[in-house]
């Protein structure tokens, strides 16, 4: 049974950091790796694209966190990572992690002073 599980979410403010983990059981990402993203639900919007990061470790990011959020994977503790850096109010969503038709639970990031 594949299980995500997001980690590292909280309260920090303006200008601050975080970083997200994504924590994956049933998929062996050393024999088989799968592209992983990120995406994110702010209060009243749609769930929209934020990072993926493929198997051979190309990464995309959306516009509005460009430059800002760095994706990476650990293939060894079957686990894929979100730095957030110079974080912004509008970045506050509920962040979860996507492997194909699965999802994790969300883990919620406020940023607030």
């Known amino acids: 049974q594949v299980q995500l599980v997001e980690s590292g979410g909280g309260l920090v403010q303006p200008g601050g950091s975080l970083t997200l983990a994504c924590s994956v059981s049933g998929i062996d990402f050393n024999t088989k790796p799968k592209p992983v993203t990120w995406y994110r639900q702010a209060p009243g919007k749609q769930r929209e694209f934020v990072a993926i990061i493929t198997v051979s470790r190309q990464t995309m990011y959306a516009d509005s966190v460009k430059g800002r959020f760095n994706i990476s994977r650990d293939n060894g503790k079957n686990t894929v990572s979100l730095q957030m850096n110079s974080l912004k109010p509008d970045d506050t969503a509920v962040y979860s992690c996507?492997?194909?038709?699965?999802w994790g639970q969300g883990t919620q990031v406020t940023v607030s002073s």
């Open positions: 996507n492997i194909e038709q699965y």
